[in-house]
């Protein structure tokens, strides 16, 4: 709806008139402690742990998102915040602090930390071997809502080539046919990262411990993801796995962003749509993750991703389903992706 041209500048004269109190306020808000609901004031601290995050209101969780900007001011100096907004899937649900990186336009959530259980119980369906359920604990970060956009991947001057994997008709599609160092190359001209492993796990269960991010019914992801479906191409469906008896609106292609439902943190396509790379090389969870980050570090000379994608089942898109690669495999491969991140350390 355009604004018509009176009421444009009227607001254009009162912007200008209030310009200098309202940089005032701005500068002065990040320092406004956090209240609970009771007008307590709540430590930056809480952001250490999901489970108390999970207790506070609106006011809290807005005021907490100035205290970490004021608390990691370089981490933020990308970000605009923009809202606080509530989110639930799964039988859980948070008030997010939601952001906008200015470089590139995506919008992120400001996701607490935590001590979660990484990998799968040993009875769940399609398990594998290398799922071992195992502690992890995580420091807060920002997290792309969505994954990288045409539109974003655009914006960013960069060498990392796309090879073709993308598919065409709107900017609003995820970037795909990139190799991992393709996102390394483009998250380090953007001042980014993307998710460590235990990173994209936990924001996916976003506090789940279910198969999916809304629950143990795969019947579900027909409003929470894009994956194999009825539309599929027919020597798909003839492959077992790959595709279920439903119809999710999408055949052999990604959709938009945000064209399903989100999880409790507010992220799309955490199942289906793009497999989604991860930061470190593929380990045997044998090998411990580093607090904070969860990083695994080292080079095994294998990559991974995670999230399933348009061309797989159900059980390729489990919130604990692990996708190895060979390190240099991918460029030109529609089916993989990332969503960008943000590391905040305490």
């Not at 607001?11 to 007008?39: I, N, R, W």
């Not at 979660?116 to 992890?136: C, I, K, T, Y």
């Not at 090998?287 to 990083?295: A, D, N």
């Amino acid at each position: 709806m355009r604004n018509h041209p009176t009421i444009f500048a009227m607001h254009f004269v009162a912007t200008l008139l209030a310009c200098a109190p309202a940089q005032k306020a701005e500068s002065t808000q990040d320092s406004v402690p956090a209240v609970d609901q009771l007008g307590e004031a709540v430590s930056l601290d809480v952001l250490r742990e999901r489970s108390e995050y999970a207790e506070l209101g609106k006011p809290a969780i807005e005021a907490l998102a100035h205290e970490a900007k004021a608390h990691w001011p370089e981490e933020f100096s990308g970000f605009t915040f923009l809202r606080v907004e509530r989110f639930s899937a799964g039988e859980v649900a948070y008030w997010m602090s939601i952001w906008s990186h200015r470089k590139t336009g995506l919008e992120f959530a400001l996701v607490p930390g935590g001590r979660f259980q990484m990998g799968s119980p040993a009875n769940e369906a399609n398990r594998r071997a290398d799922e071992l359920q195992h502690w992890v604990t995580l420091d807060p970060f920002l997290i792309a809502r969505t994954e990288c956009t045409q539109e974003a991947w655009a914006k960013i001057a960069t060498p990392a080539a796309i090879e073709g994997g993308s598919f065409s008709g709107s900017d609003q599609l995820p970037v795909g046919g990139i190799s991992p160092l393709d996102v390394e190359a483009w998250c380090s001209e953007a001042n980014l990262t993307f998710p460590t492993e235990a990173q994209w796990e936990y924001m996916c269960r976003a506090g789940t411990t279910t198969t999916w991010a809304m629950g143990d019914n795969k019947r579900d992801l027909i409003q929470f993801a894009n994956i194999g479906s009825a539309e599929c191409p027919p020597d798909w469906i003839e492959m077992e796995g790959m595709t279920e008896p439903w119809r999710d609106g999408y055949g052999n292609e990604t959709a938009e962003i945000g064209m399903f439902e989100c999880n409790a943190f507010g992220l799309f396509d955490v199942h289906g749509n793009l497999n989604e790379w991860c930061r470190d090389d593929y380990f045997s969870y044998e090998v411990q993750p580093e607090k904070g980050t969860g990083l695994r570090p080292g080079v095994s000379g294998e990559r991974q991703a995670r999230g399933g994608n348009y061309a797989g089942g159900a059980g390729a898109a489990r919130s604990a389903k692990r996708l190895t690669c060979g390190a240099g495999t991918s460029a030109g491969n529609h089916g993989f992706g990332f969503r960008p991140s943000q590391d905040l350390a305490f």
